[in-house]
Nanobody
Framework: VQLQASGGGLVQSGGSLRLSCAAS????????MGWYRQAPGKQRELVAT???????NYADFVKGRFTISRDNAKNTVYMEMNSLKPEDMASYYC??????????????WGKGTRVTVSS
């Protein structure tokens, strides 16, 4: 099982980006999916999560600006990021709780996608 994230890049303050993360491999079920971020010199922090049923949870610092969604048919989670601020600059990591075929539920992580916000 692999998670492949994409969509990071350079954007001006106030701009928008859309991150995507697709899960692939021998997947039986995908449960909660989410995004974390890590800025240089800081700890990784939760940004948003979404359950298989579509319930969402957001960190206070992105509420009203970021929207997480998923397409279960495509095994993909998205995050629409609007009104980006310089403090949003970080590497963003997707994660998912996945039951691979023949295995128990495990947490998988994608490689980070870098978001740079210029002021």
């Amino acid at each position: 099982v692999q998670l492949q994230a994409s969509g990071g890049g350079l954007v001006q303050s106030g701009g928008s980006l859309r991150l995507s993360c697709a899960a692939s491999g021998s997947i039986a079920s995908i449960y909660t999916m989410g995004w974390y971020r890590q800025a240089p010199g800081k700890q990784r922090e939760l940004v948003a999560t979404i359950t298989s049923g579509g319930s969402t949870n957001y960190a206070d610092f992105v509420k009203g600006r970021f929207t997480i969604s998923r397409d279960n048919a495509k095994n993909t989670v998205y995050m629409e990021m609007n009104s980006l601020k310089p403090e949003d600059m970080a590497s963003y990591y997707c994660t998912a709780a996945i039951r691979a075929r023949g295995r128990g539920i495990e947490d998988y992580w994608g490689k980070g996608t870098r978001v740079t916000v210029s002021s």
